[in-house]
């Protein structure tokens, strides 16, 4: 098959998390099984030898999430013409809101269409609690919603990630759920989950008295670090550590600087991270909102149990008492609660099962597979 994906902020081979990640994944398994893969993007250098290619976008303020997925629609419209000229394309994978001229690609070039719907907007926007106080994040997504539904004209299949995730495409975007498969993120599984020797590249070291919690992400207010950071402040703290991996503002941690709570900053080497995740003893996510969490299912790769936010998305990853804690959005006392909780229970037979539960779900052999299924059966059906 030669596939072709429509996405504006894919930064290339290196760089990004979540939708980065998933799409160099799928594609890498996509040329291993033999099929060619082009990418069109805003955020890539043109290589027709790597089969990346550039189409424009302008993000204006105030409202720079619709205007750069808007005038991306249009540029990689053109760009996308170009390359089927050329290589006579299978089959159009677009993701979120940059298919909303499928429609016309549909009638024009003939060619199916599978969008992959990662978060239904208008369900983001109803499960915000306080629309006051997250105005900015309201107002950010609410002009997309007309992008996102026009996204959904005449697709052939409508890739989600989880079945609440279906459920609200049906309600939201009056979507027959016959045309939706949920297929969730693929993980690759590590060999070693054992944790390491000071001796490697890892910068937390510790001693064997140590519980150390860890967070992996955007270190931001929507990810709920100010609770996470309030929550272990309200800990029985001897021999507790906090460990925060992502991009922190000097702020922040002149804010939160204590001796038992390590910002790490953005670490980008896989074997680096990979080492954070060996040893450390429990993943908390205490997020505001969530597709399905990248680091939830690193972290559940590596043998971790995982407390976070009891939200759409994340039931599906944690089972609640057996690999983890799910817990009420913004409830510091019930994430300190659980955080304590955690380490007076079996909390490395949680691991365990969260990581059969990754090797028994998520791995990409499987999503890549489930996904090859779909996009074959709209190619056969043409």
């Known amino acids: 098959m030669k596939i072709c994906i429509l996405y504006p902020s894919f930064l290339g081979e290196t760089g990004g998390a979540g939708v980065n990640s998933y799409l160099r994944n799928l594609r890498r398994h996509l040329e291993v099984r033999g099929h060619e893969v082009y990418i069109i993007s805003a955020r890539v250098k043109e290589n027709e030898e790597k089969r990346f290619y550039y189409a424009p976008s302008l993000y204006i303020w105030p409202l720079r999430a619709f205007t750069g997925n808007l005038i991306f629609t249009f540029s990689s419209f053109f760009k996308l013409i170009k390359i089927n000229r050329k290589e006579k394309l299978d089959l159009i994978y677009t993701i979120g809101t940059s298919g909303a001229l499928g429609f016309i690609i549909k009638k024009l070039l003939k060619k199916p269409i599978v969008n992959h719907l990662i978060y239904p907007w208008q369900f983001k926007l109803h499960n915000i609690q306080n629309k006051i106080a997250d105005l900015k994040q309201y107002l950010w997504f609410l002009p997309l919603i007309p992008l996102e ?7 052939d299949k409508i890739i989600t990630l989880t079945e609440d995730h279906k459920k609200a495409i049906v309600k939201y975007d009056h979507v027959d759920s016959e045309k939706i498969v949920v297929i969730p993120n693929g993980i690759d599984i590590p060999e070693n989950t054992k944790a390491i020797s000071d001796a490697e590249p890892v910068p937390i070291h510790r001693n064997s008295e140590e519980f150390i919690y860890l967070f992996v992400g955007r270190v931001e207010k929507e990810k709920g670090i100010r609770e996470l950071i309030k929550a272990f402040n309200l800990l029985e703290c001897n021999g507790k550590k906090l460990v925060i991996v992502g991009w922190v503002s000097e702020k922040i941690k002149h804010l939160y600087r204590r001796n038992n709570i390590l910002f790490t900053g953005y670490i980008s080497d896989r074997a680096t991270l990979g080492s954070i995740y060996q040893n450390s003893d429990v993943f908390v996510l205490p997020t505001h909102w969530e597709g399905q969490s ?4 690193e972290a559940m790769s590596y043998g971790l149990p995982v407390i976070a936010s009891d939200i759409p998305g994340m039931s599906s990853l944690i089972e609640n008492e057996k690999n983890g804690f799910l817990v009420p959005p913004r409830d510091v006392e019930k994430l300190a609660e659980k955080m304590e909780l955690i380490t007076k229970v079996d909390y490395k037979k949680m691991g365990e099962y969260s990581r059969e ?8 052999d499987k999503v890549a597979d489930k996904t090859i299924n779909v996009f074959e059966e709209v190619i056969n059906k043409q």
């Not at 539904?149 to 697709?155: F, I, N, T």
């Not at 539960?357 to 998520?362: H, I």
């Open 149 to 155: 539904k026009m996204s959904l004209v005449g697709v």
């Open 294 to 297: 990248m680091a939830v299912l």
């Open 357 to 364: 539960k990754a090797e028994r779900e998520f791995s990409w």
